[in-house]
């Protein structure tokens, strides 16, 4: 059982068209990071956000923190091919020393 | 300038067989994790450092030994690799100081 569920697993939209995923937990987290990874490297940091209900727009890119900090989601305007990749949310928590809890990540595909 | 390398990018290796991957990182991370990364089960954390000779267990550390001399360099061995160990492994790092995790490239490593 994953501590932090993401949904939907898969993606795949047009370019051009809006999509969400989202980041779900019972747990309570101290901040939740998001992560993109392209085929063949590693995760790569997009955003963190720390306070509950913060909102953080990156260009296109706007995620939000729920109120109680148990969730989180990502919403993409006007997707791009180059947006194609794996979407990863992961958590921490004050109890878990510098650990994170990962989702279990979101696979986007934008077609052209 | 990559902050965090690891080598080899690419393994294959016989059942049986001790195998070690390296992790350098020259962002004088405090903090240094080893995951793994599987279809379905996402980056799970094999072990961790959180200073020099100060290493603990992740959730699937079985099968695996680590070590960490120095600040720059942490070590993840296969005593005896098995076809289960078969995966993309990661190595991330962190400052302490907040709760992003920084990631390498990635080491695929095939046991045959």
């Known amino acids: 059982t994953q501590l932090l569920e993401q949904s939907p697993q898969f993606l795949s939209i047009q370019e051009g068209e809006n999509l969400t995923v989202y980041c779900n937990s019972s747990s309570v987290f101290s901040s939740l990071q998001w992560y993109r990874q392209e085929p063949g490297e590693g995760p790569v940091l997009l955003v963190t956000?720390?306070?509950?209900?913060e909102v953080k727009k990156l260009k296109r890119l706007t995620f939000q923190f729920g109120d109680a900090r148990k969730d989180s989601s990502l919403h993409i305007t006007a997707a791009q091919p180059g947006d194609t990749g794996l979407y990863l949310c992961?958590?921490?928590?004050?109890?878990?020393?510098?650990?994170?809890?990962f989702g279990g990540g979101t696979r986007l595909m934008v077609k052209p | 300038d990559a902050g965090i390398t690891q080598s080899p990018r690419h393994k294959v290796t016989e059942t049986g067989t001790p195998v070690t991957l390296r992790c350098h990182q020259t962002e004088n991370h405090r903090y240094m994790y080893w995951y793994r990364q599987d279809p379905g089960h996402g980056l799970r954390l094999i072990h961790y450092?959180?200073?020099?000779?100060?290493?603990d267990k992740g959730e699937v550390s079985d099968g695996y030994s680590v070590s960490r001399s120095k600040t720059e360099d942490f070590l993840l061995t296969l005593e005896s690799a098995t076809s289960s160990q078969t995966s993309v492994y990661f190595c991330a790092g962190n400052s302490g100081f907040s709760d992003e995790q920084y990631f390498g490239p990635g080491t695929r490593l095939t046991v045959t």
């Open positions: 956000v720390v306070t509950g209900g």
């Open positions: 450092s959180y200073g020099v000779k100060d290493t």
């Open positions: 992961a958590g921490a928590r004050n109890n878990a020393g510098n650990m994170l809890t």
